[in-house]
């Protein structure tokens, strides 16, 4: 058993983090429209999927059930769910608005008043429990209908769109949120434009000129939601949120070490440089070289917007780490990793062949704070396992609690190197919808909830182990790990 000494700052938010698309369900209930994350079909193969050249967001909700639709009834269970955050005695809760359920359609003018009703009653149930709400504006489910007539983000009209949902959600809500994120992991389009742009291949996203043009849209709409929301609030912390990949050369070969220092500035530097500095790096036409991208179609107000208007911290979410290694004539790759790369050695991995590396936490913490001198707030880490349940629905999840101990060991020794993190939200605190599979059975919580992959259970929720040791790392503020 570790005896480390941990520190975190007074005020530290601890908290959980989930997903609308993911849990809320009631996907057609009080005016929502479909989103994209409704017509991403569930299963191992959905990445394989929506990256195919046939898959063109088809949706037919008479013939298929997609997990999506049903998430785990949150949206008629939110009080009971917000309570046992409460009993956990979260200080934050991160959730996100679904844009679909506030305009339906996405283009419309006037929003749907139900929709804003739903997330009055959301924060206010967080307010009432001295929760604080963390909420991600778009997070992988922008309305179905974006995607489908206009391409996505490659297409600049999505900046109006944006700027006009942010407007109403910000003016509702700005008073009484604080801590705000435009999009969801926003460098994963690299790998998944599907998620955070709207675009498979059948509507350009083959091509890294339409990923590339979409970013630059959203770093506009990201920067004019800053803009608008610090006109409301100017108390309003509004930030970027990246998927960060601790990046590893496989040795000191020089080759290796400059691939590694090109996937760094390629995957986790890249959309972080434009939404925190505020300007495209040095680096960009070396990118724009290696991925057939010509100039950009930039407005001529974008880059001052986007200077102005930088963010106000970086959220970022945790789950592992890469290796590079460009020299190998066969790569031993690693079975599961979102990122590609090669099997690092030194590594355990997950059942879902995520390797898993506390250490390198320590590393990206170090790395993110060096680089823009801005607060972070990790608000996604956390393991998907397959929980087994005893008769009483009980689960003795050991496994999920050395591995949140170890992060957060290594979160205060980063802060004890000197970084600014202001807050944890373990991802799926909760059990819902993966995001990158469909299934239930890969389960994140600190709830169980009885759901299995093919839509059978009484959704029911039960505390698992882990609830009560993570109530009291907070009730001690990080001090009692055991």
Excluded at 237 to 253: E, K, L, R, V
Excluded at 304 to 324: H, N, P, Q, R
Excluded at 457 to 465: D, I, L, S
Aim: net charge negative.
């Amino acid at each position: 058993m570790s005896t480390k000494t941990t520190v975190f700052p007074d005020g530290f938010l601890w908290g959980g983090a989930t997903a609308a698309n993911q849990l809320e369900g009631a996907y057609r209930s009080d005016g929502k429209g479909l989103s994209v994350a409704d017509a991403m079909p569930g299963g191992k193969q959905r990445f394989q999927i929506l990256g195919s050249d046939t898959f063109n967001w088809e949706i037919d909700s008479d013939k298929f059930i997609y997990p999506n639709h049903r998430g785990i009834d949150h949206y008629h269970r939110f009080k009971e769910d917000i309570a046992l955050f409460a009993k956990m005695g979260f200080k934050c809760y991160r959730f996100s608005i679904a844009w679909s359920r506030i305009f339906p359609k996405g283009d419309e003018t006037t929003p749907n008043e139900a929709g804003l009703k739903f997330y009055d009653q959301v924060i206010d149930e967080c307010l009432k429990h001295g929760i604080e709400p963390v909420i991600t504006i778009s997070h992988y489910e922008m309305p179905l209908h974006l995607a489908k007539e206009y391409g996505g983000w490659k297409n600049r009209k999505m900046i109006d769109f944006f700027e006009n949902y942010a407007t109403v959600v910000l003016t509702r809500y700005g008073k009484k949120v604080t801590y705000w994120m435009t999009f969801n992991e926003i460098n994963s389009a690299f790998h998944f434009p599907a998620l955070s742009q709207g675009m498979v291949k059948a509507t350009g996203a083959g091509d890294y000129q339409n990923v590339f043009q979409a970013w630059h849209n959203q770093f506009v709409a990201s920067a004019k939601a800053v803009k608008i929301g610090h006109g409301i609030n100017p108390d309003m912390q509004i930030g970027c949120m990246i998927i960060y990949a601790t990046t590893y050369s496989i040795d000191a070969n020089p080759v290796n070490q400059m691939a590694t220092l090109a996937q760094n500035q390629e995957f986790n530097f890249y959309c972080t440089d434009a939404q925190v500095r505020g300007e495209y790096p040095a680096y960009q036409q070396r990118m724009f070289d290696k991925y057939g991208v010509s100039e950009l179609e930039i407005g001529a107000d974008d880059l001052e917007l986007m200077k102005t208007y930088s963010v106000d911290y970086i959220g970022f979410s945790y789950y592992m780490s890469s290796a590079v290694n460009e020299t190998a004539e066969e790569d031993d790759t690693v079975v599961g990793n979102l990122l590609g790369g090669v099997r690092n050695p030194f590594l355990e991995a997950s059942e879902w062949g995520w390797q898993i590396d506390p250490e390198g936490l320590r590393i990206a913490l170090n790395e993110l704070y060096d680089r823009y001198q801005k607060p972070l707030f990790i608000v996604e880490n956390g393991l998907g396992a397959i929980d087994k349940v005893d008769e009483n629905f009980y689960v003795e999840d050991d496994y999920r609690i050395d591995y949140l101990r170890r992060h957060i060991e290594a979160m205060s020794d980063a802060i004890k190197d000197g970084v600014d993190l202001i807050g944890y939200t373990p991802w799926g605190c909760i059990d819902l919808v993966s995001a990158s599979t469909g299934e239930m059975s890969k389960r994140y919580g600190f709830i169980y909830v009885d759901l299995d992959d093919n839509g059978e259970g009484t959704m029911n929720r039960y505390e698992k182990k882990s609830f009560n040791w993570y109530k009291q790392v907070i009730e001690t503020n990080g001090q009692e790990l055991k």
